[in-house]
Antibody
Framework: QMQLRESGPGLVKPSETLSLTCTVS????????WNWIRQPPGKGLEWIGYIHYTGSTKYNPSLESRVTISLDTSKNHFSLRMTSVTAADTAVYYCARQGTVHYYYSTDVWGQGTTVTVSS | DIQMTQLPSSLSASVGDRVTITCRAS??????LNWYQQKPGKAPKLLIY???NLQSGVPSRFSGRGSGTDFTLTISSLQPEDFATYYCQQSHSTPWTFGQGTKVEIK
């Protein structure tokens, strides 16, 4: 059964770069779409973007200027890079697998989430 | 962007009750509407995809209906493990967007 696990620093200073990695186990990353989604404390879910296994990406326009999602098939993981962070980027960050059009692009496998706090 | 509005934002119900949550899209999502359940401190869990398709392993007391801009999630007989927050999400056009959530609490 596929599992996803996020890893990365839990504390990032304002104006610096947030970097997270999602390691996929139990199946190959060479399929599906791979998403990053975040949830600020006490708030709802915000989609950050995805990368298709072919390497194509889509980002939320509200974050696009600061975000890059990349894929490393040799390590079976994908990554999120967000520049110039502020306190508003404090959130639980989830990585997740998104199915194909056959499954209406629903997100069916999620990591446990990792908390990132932006503070000096 | 397609804005998603859920009603109500919270509700209190008893075990055994029938519960319905509504989700409205600001423009058509056709059938690209998904429902998730989230418990405190946990990742969301997919319940329904494509408006009405039950995800594998999800109890049949959960059902979804709708198309276009108006959708519902119904729990036919609320169980103790169903107390959680529920989110709708449109996957018709990027950016994918979520409703603000509906918290189902114990009466």
């Amino acid at each position: 059964q596929m599992q996803l696990r996020e890893s990365g620093p839990g504390l990032v200073k304002p104006s610096e770069t947030l970097s997270l990695t999602c390691t996929v186990s139990g199946d190959s990353i060479n399929n599906y779409y791979w998403n990053w989604i975040r949830q600020p404390p006490g708030k709802g879910l915000e989609w950050i973007g995805y990368i298709h296994y072919t390497g194509s990406t889509k980002y939320n326009p509200s974050l696009e200027s600061r975000v890059t999602i990349s894929l490393d098939t040799s390590k079976n993981h994908f990554s999120l890079r967000m520049t110039s962070v502020t306190a508003a980027d404090t959130a639980v960050y989830y990585c997740a697998r998104q199915g194909t059009v056959h499954y209406y692009y629903s997100t069916d496998v999620w990591g446990q989430g990792t908390t990132v706090t932006v503070s000096s | 962007d397609i804005q998603m509005t859920q009603l109500p934002s919270s509700l209190s119900a008893s075990v055994g009750d029938r519960v319905t949550i509504t989700c409205r899209a600001s423009q058509t999502a056709t059938l690209y509407l998904n429902w998730y359940q989230q418990k405190p401190g946990k990742a969301p869990k997919l319940l329904i995809y494509g408006a009405s398709n039950l995800q594998s392993g999800v109890p049949s007391r959960f059902s979804g209906r709708g198309s276009g801009t108006d959708f519902t999630l119904t729990i036919s007989s609320l169980q103790p493990e169903d107390f959680a927050t529920y989110y709708c999400q449109q996957s018709h056009s990027t950016p994918w967007t979520f409703g603000q959530g509906t918290k189902v609490e114990i009466k």
